[in-house]
């Protein structure tokens, strides 16, 4: 197994230092790592020269959809995680809704074996909440709790557990294992036949609207729910002003309420839609420019507190027809970490440096998922999971250049800041000089 | 113009060509042989997505009255769920050399889509998207409007200061989205009318004023036209979005009843887009009144369409003669 010496990296709180991977681990930091390079003998190492590059801890998805089982031809365990390797990624967690539903223990074991096999990043697969995601009856969230792929992260995501008790179950239930039940809040009732915000644009474009308060009356719901049963509750990407305001007003109840918000919530407007391009259907729908201050103030004050993707692959001929038609979601696994660059790092105003992106896009959601070895400082003796970025790179998104099996992108041909430049997971190099290292270079 | 998809996306100046040129060929209509050469050797396809026979042949006479060849096709019981694929048609229909296509489709900003998404190169006309615009719609109101109301101004005139009330069910209506456009851009002042749950967020910030009751704005707007708009009585029950308590109740609020009819100023008109609900919306003695040009608007519906089509085809030649 090689070793690698990096050299000359800029940790995410401003330190240069070395790190040598060897092992699987972080080695050894500082002076000693060459030290130590030299003194390894028989391995081979090899050298990075990572002066002007900054190293972060491998970044951690909380929310991803990988499409395998059932729709392989957007997207599988192997083309998704590959992607999350490009993007920096050493870490996914799997989202539910696949054909079959990951709603067993057979399921999950499946998709977490997948990605073991692909060696790409840890696949840390989700648990359906409900049977089938039907809303109806609890999946065996103990069995899947239990199984090979340890789940710790329920969520009938794509749809809303929206029976309040099947909810309040749930939310005790996982308690038993230390789980969560990641909620997709949307009010089923006042978005029916939904396609886009409900707003100024909507009336203008004659599209039925999904309104801010679907999400938040779920929201507010379930923020109570977990109160009264002591639980926690995590918000997938949450999208209105009003959102921020109620997950704020929980934490400071002392609710146990972890939120998330995705890049391009983070980045684009309903305005996007006035073309009636279907890249830019996405569920929750891109909303106002005022709620997208409010989700960039509340992931700075850390009321949200982690960045997740919602990557969504779809094949083309889902998108390629009238709004109405096409399929919602946007991939976003190779875009994310310049997304959150542009609309929170670049943006001078705020006070959020790489140390928050670190602590939002890995150290944060690897505790809500309960990953261990994931999301944890560079330090000597750390599993070796990291990403090393060109923060003064800048490219332009081709949808027909990104490693995801699918092209749904709603940055194509846009400019974006900062550059994957390498990521390794468990000491190995996924990714070297922009590039995914396939078959026996890894 | 290259296409049209929506009343917004008119200038005063083309709204203005457009009525213009649908007088010209209103002229012709009357003449003993209708037919004009101008789109000879053309064809202009009808791809109707959803069901309505009246347009449809409209587009039709129009076509046909330019020396076009008509296609028509329809993609019935097709739906967007399906997954009727708008694309294919459109190619089919480009390899089949269409040279203009008009477009009826449940989904909103399906036109756009075929216009813009490199599919089809023909011109796109919009016969009705979703709950978006129905262009020739609000042209040939604004046409029937301005012939009565500016009987005097001739060619080059707009419809400046005329007041418009238009009432009903606004929410599900792309009748009322493109009159709020065009009327505002012919310089007619517009109000809309309907219960709260029939206008859509968003509305407060349109061109024109908005308010939910009737009464107050008859007598207050004294308006030159009004237009009803026809509401479903399924829209009534929970299940069809529970915009309304009863018939009833909503043709007591909002229908144009005999005291309505009563209060409204001596020349105004009574527009309806049709088809109507005749005692839901509209009373029969104001629907068959001598104010009302509800039969009227459908045929000046087809001299708006030959100039849509003749614009759009063979426009940059100027106004046939
Ligand atoms: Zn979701």
Redesign the interface.
Known sequence: MTDYLITGAQLPEGSITDLLLADGRIAATGADAADMAGARAGAQVHRIDAHGLVALPGLVDLHTHLREPGREDAETVASGTRAAAVGGYTCVHAMANTTPVADTAGVVEQVWRLGEDAGWAQVRPVGAVTVGLAGEQLAELGAMASSAARVRVFSDDGLCVHDPVLMRRALEYVKAFDGVVAQHAQEPRLTAGA?MH????????????W?AVAEEAIIARDVLLAEHVGSRVHICHLSTAGSVDIVRWAKARGIQVTAEVTPHHLMLTDEAIR??DPQFKVNPPLRTAEDVQAVRDGLEDGTIDIVATDHAPHPS?DK??????AAMGMTGLETALSVVTEAMVADDSRDFGWQDLARTMSATPARIGRVTGQGRPLAAGEPAHLTLVDPSARWTVDPAGLRTASENTPFAARELPARVMATFYRGVATVLDGQPQDGSTR | MRHLLSAADLSREEAITILDTAATMAATQSRAIKKLPALRGLTVVNLFFEDSTRTRISFEAAAKRLSADVINFAAKGSSVSKGESLKDTAQTLQAMGADAVVIRHSASGAPHRLATSGWIDAPVVNAGDGMHQHPTQALLDAFTMRRHLMPEAGTGAGLDGKRVVIVGDVLHSRVARSNVDLLHTLGAEVTLVAPPTLLPIGASTWPCRISYDLDTTIAEQAPDAIMMLRVQRERMSSAGGGFFPSAAEYSRRYGLDAARFEALPGHALIMHPGPMNRGLEISARAADSDRSTIVEQVGNGVAVRMAVLYLVLAGNEGTPS
């Open positions: 396609l409900e707003g100024i644009v909507s009336a203008e474009l004659g599209l039925t609207g309104p073309g009636y001929e390629d027809c009238e709004f109405a038609a």
